[in-house]
């Protein structure tokens, strides 16, 4: 099985940054693609970015272009979230994920591409 632990959040001012980081472990880690997810409080879980995990494809949703940077280690089996220029509205909990099937990147803004979830981390954006 495919263990998922996220670290990194925080809670930061407006304009702040933090870096969200997904440490994977488990024999069976292969993915083709790890995302970022994120739920804030009564809403539904959305997607943030995705990336391949062999060759940095990207995408991004588009209220994090410009801000948010995927990107991934595969030696130390971790990917990470640059997050800058943060605002109130990216409070939430954040989730990272991986996937094994194949597809271009762009598919990946679906939950259900993705096997296996971390239990989350908190992100808090002060006004």
């Known amino acids: 099985q495919v263990q998922l632990v996220e670290s990194g959040g925080g809670l930061v001012q407006t304009g702040g940054s933090l870096r969200l980081s997904c440490a994977a472990s488990g024999r069976t880690f292969s993915p083709y693609v790890m995302g970022w997810f994120r739920q804030a409080p009564g809403k539904e879980r959305e997607f943030v970015a995705a990336?391949?995990?062999?060759?940095?494809?990207?995408v991004y949703a588009d209220f994090v272009k410009g801000r948010f940077t995927i990107s991934r280690d595969n030696t130390k089996k971790t990917v990470y979230l640059q997050m800058n220029s943060l605002k109130p509205e990216d409070t939430a909990v954040h989730f990272c994920?991986?996937?094994?099937?194949?597809?271009?990147?762009?598919?990946?803004?679906?939950?259900?591409?993705?096997?296996?979830w971390g239990q989350g981390t908190q992100v808090t954006v002060s006004s």
């Open positions: 990336i391949t995990w062999y060759n940095s494809n990207t």
């Open positions: 994920a991986s996937g094994s099937s194949y597809g271009p990147v762009s598919r990946f803004t679906q939950r259900g591409h993705y096997d296996a």
